[in-house]
T-cell receptor, first 111, second 113 residues
Framework: KNQVEQSPQSLIILEGKNCTLQCNYTVSPFSNLRWYKQDTGRGPVSLTIMTFSENTKSNGRYTATLDADTKQSSLHITASQLSDSASYICVVSAGNYQLIWGAGTKLIIKP | SQTIHQWPATLVQPVGSPLSLECTVEGTSNPNLYWYRQAAGRGLQLLFYSVGIGQISSEVPQNLSASRPQDRQFILSSKKLLLSDSGFYLC????????????FGEGSRLTVL
């Protein structure tokens, strides 16, 4: 069964600190993996996309990694800011364009 | 540039009442359009998608229906709402067939009482 599991479910960190969010998937065939950021009460916005051959990709203070062998991805946020408070959702695209969504990690940045 | 609009933003409806959520896309033609529902603590659930006018695919059998009367208009409806229909509804269009990035509207918060 195609599944995407994210951890932790929620996370609270102080402003300026770093954090790492995890995404484990069992999706076959694998096409790509995308991280979305969703502010409370808004629609998700894509942060980055990882294809099978990519190990690391950065978007400003966001760095995503992908290990296709262990079927794990992580999203690392450096020097967190209050505006980083949001839910971060991992989505894996299967070969038939089906999207498998994780439940998300709710990140709270405290001043 | 491409934009997507969704309304209303919030809606409180009694059980048994009808529902109509509207979504329009600008700046593109023949987009793939999607309706998702998001429940608290759960991943997005695909409800309907459409690849063209009048073409609707349903992913989950339920109390809802969708229609695409125009190329860039997608409507989510119900004749009689249930309590379980409460949730956050998101409309999206896809840009890029290969990478499949979805662009979402602002969402509609539906509360059924």
């Amino acid at each position: 069964k195609n599944q995407v599991e994210q951890s932790p479910q929620s996370l609270i960190i102080l402003e300026g600190k770093n954090c790492t969010l995890q995404c484990n998937y069992t999706v076959s065939p694998f096409s790509n993996l995308r991280w979305y950021k969703q502010d409370t009460g808004r629609g998700p916005v894509s942060l980055t996309i990882m294809t099978f051959s990519e190990n690391t990709k950065s978007n400003g203070r966001y760095t995503a990694t992908l290990d296709a062998d262990t079927k794990q991805s992580s999203l690392h946020i450096t020097a967190s800011q209050l505006s980083d408070s949001a839910s971060y959702i991992c989505v894996v695209s299967a070969g038939n364009y089906q999207l498998i969504w994780g439940a998300g990690t709710k990140l709270i940045i405290k001043p | 540039s491409q934009t997507i609009h969704q309304w209303p933003a919030t809606l409180v409806q009694p059980v048994g009442s009808p529902l109509s959520l509207e979504c329009t896309v600008e700046g593109t033609s023949n987009p793939n359009l999607y309706w998702y529902r998001q429940a608290a603590g759960r991943g997005l659930q695909l409800l309907f998608y459409s690849v063209g006018i009048g073409q609707i695919s349903s992913e989950v059998p339920q109390n809802l229906s969708a229609s695409r009367p125009q190329d860039r208009q997608f409507i989510l409806s119900s004749k009689k709402l249930l309590l379980s229909d409460s949730g956050f509804y998101l409309c999206a269009y896809k840009r890029g067939e290969i990478t499949g990035e979805l662009f979402f509207g602002e969402g509609s918060r539906l509360t059924v009482l």
